[in-house]
């Protein structure tokens, strides 16, 4: 972007950082939003391939975060509802129902339902799935209880490796002010300053 004027570059990087803080929100949905950050990236360097900060270490670590959140984020499902008693097949309901919730409820408090519909859709999925199995009532409200919990936590850990791809990428493209050279006059100005200070001095 060095061939466009700093005021319009800045913009342009700002509109862009703002987008992809736009789409990490999907997380919430349970969408791929970290993977759609990776490609804007992309496209952003197949627009502007003189964009040197998108170097090849650049991607290995936006490929290793986006990796590193989607661990974080089944793993959290996983080990909550194991930890509360939840059998495999709860812990998957338990996935589709917040999926399912995150959706249904998206248009509601300003786009904050959908968390509200993620965590009350594992619940659910999970707490119907352990009674179907037979299991007893107290033992279903805990497993829903951890299928919950393991949703939350891993959409907050989701978001945290997505919130350090955005921030990785606006480091990188984020055009740097121009530098104005110092005009003679400045510098004639400088150089007598200091020798009236040595005069003073010797």
Not at 30 to 43: D, E, H, I, Q, R
Not at 162 to 179: D, F, K, N, V
Request: charge should be neutral; glycine fraction near 14%; hydrophobic fraction near 55%.
């Amino acid at each position: 972007m060095d061939f466009l004027p700093f005021p319009i570059a800045y913009l342009l990087a700002g509109a862009f950082v703002t987008l992809l803080g736009f789409v990490l929100l999907l997380n919430v949905f349970g969408l791929p939003a970290n993977w759609l950050v990776l490609g804007l990236a992309a496209l952003w360097k197949l627009a502007y391939p003189g964009a040197s900060g998108l170097d090849i270490w650049f991607w290995v670590m936006m490929v290793g975060l986006a990796l590193i959140g989607e661990a974080l984020e089944l793993g959290m499902q996983i080990l909550k509802a194991r930890r509360y008693g939840s059998s495999s097949s709860g812990t998957f309901a338990g996935m589709i129902g917040a999926i399912a919730g995150a959706i249904l409820l998206a248009p509601l408090f300003f786009g904050l339902g959908a968390l509200i519909g993620a965590l009350a859709g594992a619940w659910i999925g999970c707490f119907f799935m352990e009674l179907v199995k037979g299991r007893p009532m107290r033992e279903a409200l805990d497993a829903a209880f951890g299928a919950m919990m393991g949703r939350f936590l891993g959409t907050v850990c989701k978001c945290g490796a997505g919130g350090a791809m955005l921030a990785l990428t606006a480091h990188r493209i984020w055009p740097e002010p121009p530098t104005a050279p110092a005009s003679p006059d400045s510098l004639d100005g400088a150089v007598k300053l200091v020798l009236s200070v040595l005069q003073h001095c010797c």
